[in-house]
């Protein structure tokens, strides 16, 4: 009940209701106040000794009171991948998430307790974001989530079918794994996109770097780099324990639960490994090849993608 952020009053009704009789508003701010103190132990643990080669970060959006008028509240959180293999979130604030500012506010204070060895960070596309990685985290490559960027590119088609066609080669692209393979198909995606809506045409092929950088890291390490989907999970989580609050009363009590949905999350997953730590060992961005994709590699991916987009518009007909 604490962990939700609700109020005093509510607490003692809902306390009531289950039997345990009334709760002195002095008893709920001392349970309300132990809470806060795990929360900030949980912001304020420091990694001296370990290194994090992969960050995720992503922001979701909470309604509370600040000084008086309701506000829309990003909310981010950083998830580290240990070298140990395990998972767990590092960081969690309130930032503008516009602001290149906010943002390396919120990555600095990461860095200051303790995460370094970063090699790699996933993310959405946020304004700021990616300025904010490049200073703070010299030498990281930036991911830019995959199914972030399929929904930007279908965002610029209205016609069905033009918005079939486009997801059916961005999603072939992707099913591939040989990486050479994956960037002529990413190519010829781009190409084939850009016949139908140029604007979209322009994002895919300005977005390749960031959205290829996955193929840099080892093969075993793929399928996790290349989205934001471990922050997905968590935010559906959130959303779901803050759905019975609706609006928070203050950014002191959707912290307090943010922060407690983080802490029952962090025991999960310390309990499982994520990447196996052996292949983590030594992890590092390998140069990309400089060498021009071969005509014949080429060809394939254009007959590739030209055949999932037929198979695609076969099943819509």
């Not at 999603?171 to 990413?186: I, S, T």
Request: hydrophobic content about 45%.
């Amino acid at each position: 009940i604490y962990v939700r952020g609700l109020s005093t009053r509510k607490i003692e009704k809902a306390a009531d209701a289950l039997g345990f009789g009334s709760l002195s508003p002095s008893r709920v701010s001392r349970m309300t106040s132990d809470l806060d103190e795990e929360v900030a132990a949980l912001n304020a643990q420091r990694f001296d000794g370990m290194e994090f080669p992969y960050l995720w970060l992503d922001a979701t959006y909470l309604n509370c009171r600040d000084e008086g008028p309701v506000q829309s509240k990003g909310v981010v959180t950083a998830i580290g991948c240990g070298d140990d293999g395990s998972r767990r979130f590092v960081g969690f604030g309130v930032v503008d998430t516009e602001s290149a500012a906010s943002w390396k506010a919120f990555l600095r204070g990461l860095r200051r307790r303790g995460v370094h060895g970063v090699r790699c960070v996933v993310s959405d596309a946020h304004e700021g974001l990616v300025q904010a990685i490049a200073e703070v985290f010299q030498g990281a490559a930036w991911q830019r989530c995959i199914v972030h960027l399929e929904r930007d590119v279908a965002g610029w088609f209205s016609k069905r079918e033009d918005k079939a066609v486009a997801t059916a080669a961005m999603k072939a692209v992707f099913a591939e794994r040989d990486p050479q393979l994956v960037r002529a198909a990413y190519r010829q995606a781009t190409e084939r996109i850009a016949q139908l809506k140029a604007h979209a045409g322009e994002l895919l092929e300005d977005a390749e770097a960031d959205a290829l950088a996955y193929l840099d890291f080892p093969y075993e390490h793929h399928v996790r780099l290349r989205t934001n989907n471990v922050q997905e999970r968590a935010n559906e989580e959130i959303k779901r324990r803050t759905k019975v609050v609706g609006v928070f009363p203050s950014v002191e009590s959707m912290m307090r639960l943010v922060g407690s949905v983080l802490i029952d999350v962090n025991e999960e997953w310390l309990e499982m490994s994520f990447i196996d730590a052996a292949s983590l060992r030594g992890v590092a961005r390998s140069e990309a090849d400089p060498r021009p994709i071969p005509a014949d590699v080429m060809e394939k991916a254009r007959v590739y993608v030209a055949a999932a987009i037929e198979e695609r518009l076969g099943k819509a007909a």
